[in-house]
């Protein structure tokens, strides 16, 4: 599919989200709903350049030739047991496949699914990779710089083994979702260990022990030095803060403050009924069973110069606010400001309970991603939206 064939169905798109009203679409940047895609998965015989290491490749890039869904720019994988390293019957890291419409929200259709391998092959902990890369500048609706604020949203699910790993207090941890600035080095696409693709917001969850509860991980990784903890205001009460990154509970302490105009949040308890007050808050607790599709949002924006603690970083769970910070330097002094340019859904697993004779996969899955330039209306007047079905993707 071409991109100006990607644009229209954009459009086409965004035209059937205005039926369903409430929020206002009209500043979309991208869409993903991941059903018109033909069947693809991240270990493709043909994604095997014999000059990269991997084989597959580990890095599966468009400008590089790589077979990719439409208007993907990049992808990352390095699975375990998956049929590429030689385990027919395993998963590839990443699937977008029909076979999987009960992984789809709604049932039908086709969805992003990560499968995240148990293992001790690697020598290290974070055991499988599967990460797709969208650079927004190819959507042809964001200047090539990138943008300064950004709103993100998208539906995720995780399976009933991954909650029976929780409760076997053996889920470890898994990053989920990235917002970064890629710095255009094609060599260094996946680079996040030097100032290159900073600054990097990152999503992750997990838990080391069932009486932590599942964990809302918020890493705000600056361009230039750690935050400065002294310098934020409002960050959450009792929860430490280092190397300018933050383990939150999804419980009634974590989101004091944190709704519009101050108001204390609150979640729904998916499992048991009634509202998560005390903890710890269980994965089901939060996102529900498999069956159950969570809506996540984020919104960030850029500090205003280097070093000037006024950013931003905010969090949905299903409308409601869970987190809100208006004091982040994405930018530290010393360095050029930059924009948003990438979102990147999936990451790395932390995940080594299971013996490797097991060859053990479970998985979760995100369907219905959108991107817009600004956080949608009804969202600064805490007004929650009724839920919308999913969408079909129309050619």
Same mark, same amino acid.
């Given at each position: 599919?071409?991109?100006?064939?990607?644009?229209?169905?954009?459009?086409?798109?965004?035209?059937?989200?205005?039926?369903?009203?409430?929020?206002?679409?009209?500043?979309?940047? +991208?869409?993903?709903?991941?059903?018109?895609?033909?069947? !693809?998965?991240?270990?493709?015989?043909?994604?095997?350049?014999?000059?990269?290491?991997?084989?597959?490749?580990?890095?599966?890039?468009?400008?590089?030739?790589?077979?990719?869904?439409?208007?993907?720019?990049?992808?990352?994988?390095?699975?375990?047991? =998956?049929?590429?390293?030689?385990? /027919?019957?395993?998963?590839?890291?990443?699937?977008?496949?029909?076979?999987?419409?009960?992984?789809?929200?709604?049932?039908?259709?086709?969805?992003?699914?990560?499968?995240?391998?148990?293992?001790?092959?690697?020598?290290?902990?974070?055991?499988?990779?599967?990460?797709?890369?969208?650079?927004?500048?190819?959507?042809?609706?964001?200047?090539?710089?990138?943008?300064?604020? @950004?709103?993100?949203?998208?539906?995720?699910?995780? =399976?009933?083994?991954?909650?029976?790993?929780?409760?076997?207090?053996?889920?470890?941890?898994?990053?989920?979702?990235?917002?970064?600035?890629?710095?255009?080095?094609?060599?260094?696409?996946?680079?996040?260990?030097?100032?290159?693709?900073?600054?990097?917001?990152?999503?992750?969850?997990?838990?080391?022990?069932?009486?932590?509860?599942?964990?809302?991980?918020?890493?705000?990784?600056?361009?230039?030095?750690?935050?400065?903890?002294?310098?934020?205001?409002?960050?959450?009460?009792?929860?430490?803060?280092?190397?300018?990154? +933050?383990?939150?509970?999804?419980?009634?302490?974590? %989101?004091?403050?944190? $709704?519009?105009? $101050?108001?204390?949040?609150?979640?729904?308890?998916?499992?048991?009924?009634? @509202?998560?007050?005390?903890?710890?808050?269980?994965?089901?607790?939060?996102?529900?069973?498999?069956?159950?599709?969570?809506?996540?949002?984020?919104?960030?924006?850029?500090?205003?110069? /280097?070093?000037?603690?006024?950013?931003?970083?905010?969090?949905?769970?299903?409308?409601?606010? *869970?987190?809100?910070?208006?004091?982040?330097?994405?930018?530290? /002094?010393?360095?050029?400001?930059?924009?948003?340019?990438?979102?990147? *859904?999936?990451?790395?697993?932390?995940?080594?309970?299971?013996?490797?004779?097991?060859?053990?996969?479970?998985? !979760?899955?995100?369907?219905?991603?959108?991107?817009?330039?600004?956080?949608?209306?009804? %969202?600064?007047?805490?007004? *929650?939206?009724?839920?919308?079905?999913?969408? @079909?993707?129309?050619?």
């Amino acid at each position: 599919m071409t991109n100006l064939r990607s644009r229209l169905k954009i459009g086409i798109t965004t035209s059937l989200l205005a039926l369903w009203v409430v929020p206002c679409f009209a500043d979309v940047v +991208l869409e993903e709903r991941f059903d018109s895609h033909p069947d !693809w998965h991240s270990g493709l015989l043909e994604n095997d350049s014999p000059f990269i290491s991997g084989s597959p490749d580990r890095g599966q890039h468009s400008f590089d030739g790589a077979t990719l869904p439409d208007g993907w720019f990049s992808i990352r994988q390095t699975p375990q047991w =998956s049929p590429s390293n030689g385990y /027919p019957d395993g998963h590839e890291s990443i699937e977008v496949l029909a076979a999987n419409a009960e992984k789809s929200r709604g049932g039908t259709g086709k969805s992003f699914v990560k499968w995240r391998d148990s293992s001790t092959v690697t020598g290290g902990a974070w055991s499988s990779d599967g990460i797709a890369m969208f650079y927004l500048p190819e959507s042809g609706s964001v200047p090539p710089d990138g943008l300064t604020e @950004l709103y993100v949203e998208f539906y995720i699910t995780f =399976s009933n083994e991954m909650i029976a790993s929780y409760y076997a207090d053996a889920v470890g941890s898994a990053k989920l979702f990235r917002v970064l600035h890629w710095a255009g080095n094609r060599d260094e696409v996946y680079s996040y260990f030097d100032e290159s693709n900073k600054p990097d917001f990152i999503w992750g969850a997990g838990s080391s022990n069932v009486d932590y509860g599942f964990r809302n991980g918020l890493a705000m990784l600056t361009k230039g030095d750690h935050l400065d903890p002294n310098k934020m205001v409002g960050i959450p009460y009792g929860y430490p803060f280092q190397r300018s990154q +933050l383990s939150l509970s999804y419980t009634q302490k974590a %989101l004091e403050g944190m $709704g519009v105009n $101050g108001a204390d949040a609150v979640l729904p308890d998916k499992k048991n009924g009634g @509202l998560i007050t005390s903890g710890p808050a269980a994965l089901d607790q939060v996102f529900g069973n498999e069956t159950n599709w969570t809506k996540v949002a984020f919104y960030l924006k850029m500090n205003s110069a /280097p070093g000037v603690y006024d950013g931003v970083l905010m969090q949905w769970i299903d409308d409601n606010r *869970i987190f809100t910070n208006k004091t982040v330097a994405w930018i530290q /002094p010393g360095y050029p400001m930059v924009k948003w340019n990438s979102v990147l *859904i999936g990451g790395n697993d932390f995940f080594s309970a299971r013996p490797n004779e097991e060859r053990y996969q479970e998985w !979760w899955a995100i369907d219905d991603l959108v991107i817009r330039h600004d956080i949608p209306a009804h %969202l600064e007047t805490n007004q *929650i939206s009724p839920p919308k079905p999913p969408l @079909l993707d129309v050619e």
